[in-house]
Nanobody
């Protein structure tokens, strides 16, 4: 059993900052890529940022220069620092982890989502 627990969402005015956290727990043998995705009302879920086990990062063009993804491998935790937030960043943000369990299963796991609302 693996769980991803997100925290840090909320309401902020445009130009403000938020920091999301996602901690993975359970029968985890190894963590591969981790990432953040978001889904606005009526839209598909889109990639925001990913980070590999070695620390290589990838960002959506819309967040480059404003968001920073990082991870703590010892704590199986991934973070998303979001600065200069815009109303169009409003969405439910989901944590994702590609990992292998002690039972030998490799799969993608998702968190339950955390709401981020940016007011103009």
């Amino acid at each position: 059993q693996v769980q991803l627990e997100e925290s840090g969402g909320g309401w902020v005015q445009a130009g403000g900052s938020l920091r999301l956290s996602c901690a993975a727990s359970g029968s985890i043998f190894s963590m591969n890529a981790m990432g953040w995705y978001r889904q606005a009302p009526g839209k598909q879920r889109d990639l925001v940022a990913t980070i590999s086990s070695s620390g290589s990062t990838n960002y959506a063009d819309s967040v480059k220069g404003r968001f920073t993804i990082s991870r703590d491998n010892a704590e199986n935790t991934v973070y998303l620092q979001m600065n200069s937030l815009k109303p169009e960043d409003t969405a439910v943000y989901y944590c994702n982890a590609d990992l292998e369990t002690w039972q030998g299963f490799s799969n993608d796991y998702w968190g339950q989502g955390t709401q981020v609302t940016v007011s103009s």
